[in-house]
Antibody
Framework: QLQLQESGPGLVKPSETLSLTCTVS???????????WGWVRQPPGKGLEWIGH???????YYNPSLQSRVTISVDASKKQFSLKLSSVTAADTAVYYC???????????WGQGTLVTVSS | SYVLTQPPSVSVAPGKTARITCGGN??????VHWYQREPGQAPVLVIY???DRPSGIPDRFSGSNSGNTATLTISRVEAGDEADYFC???????????FGGGTKLTVL
């Protein structure tokens, strides 16, 4: 069974860069042409928001509302993919999830999520 | 961009049927996926492509999609079904996924 686990700091200062890593176990990160690896977040009291996703080859797709601040990268040899979000503000406080995305459809496996708080 | 609307909360007594709706413009023309998220847990796919159920998901969970509304139906509701439920589609106009705001199911 595929498992995903987020890791990274739970507290980030305003204007700094949020960095999270997702480690994949129970399967390969280059597990076939149909799968991508994505990040989704949920701010307190709000719905889920897609941040972006990456193919194992490195092709990336970002939410236009975050594109100027987001970088997603992948290290297939370590079975990890990462999220960097720069110039964070309190509005970036959220639970961040990593997930596997089936091409242009659904998220079939998710991590448990990690709360990141932006505060000085 | 495409907007999905869910009721913030639904309450149901044990053993009864819960219906959670997901509204969107002509959503019946799209494939809708549903996720269950229990507190502190990873979201779990419970219905995909409108009506299909992943292995391990009880047949008490079913889905439908027509017109401007998709519905997740949970029959014979149990206390363990208490969770947040989210709908999701792929927005072909922007070529990215869109989520509903989520519905908290409370079992009375």
């Amino acid at each position: 069974q595929l498992q995903l686990q987020e890791s990274g700091p739970g507290l980030v200062k305003p204007s700094e860069t949020l960095s999270l890593t997702c480690t994949v176990s129970g399967g390969s990160i280059n597990s076939g042409s149909s799968y991508y690896w994505g990040w989704v977040r949920q701010p307190p009291g709000k719905g889920l928001e897609w941040i972006g996703h990456i193919y194992f080859s490195g092709s990336t797709y970002y939410n236009p509302s975050l594109q100027s601040r987001v970088t997603i990268s992948v290290d297939a040899s370590k079975k990890q993919f990462s999220l960097k979000l720069s110039s964070v503000t309190a509005a970036d406080t959220a639970v961040y999830y990593c997930a596997r995305l089936e091409y242009k459809s659904l998220f079939d496996f998710w991590g448990q999520g990690t709360l990141v708080t932006v505060s000085s | 961009s495409y907007v999905l609307t869910q009721p913030p909360s639904v309450s149901v007594a044990p053993g009864k049927t819960a219906r959670i709706t997901c509204g969107g413009n002509n959503i019946g023309s799209k494939s809708v996926h549903w996720y269950q998220r229990e507190p502190g847990q990873a979201p779990v796919l419970v219905i995909y492509y409108n009506t299909d159920r992943p292995s391990g998901i009880p047949d008490r969970f079913s889905g439908s999609n027509s017109g401007n509304t998709a519905t997740l139906t949970i029959s014979r509701v149990e206390a363990g079904d208490e969770a947040d439920y989210f709908c999701q589609v792929w927005d072909t106009s922007t070529d990215h996924p869109v989520f509903g705001g989520g519905t908290k199911l409370t079992v009375l």
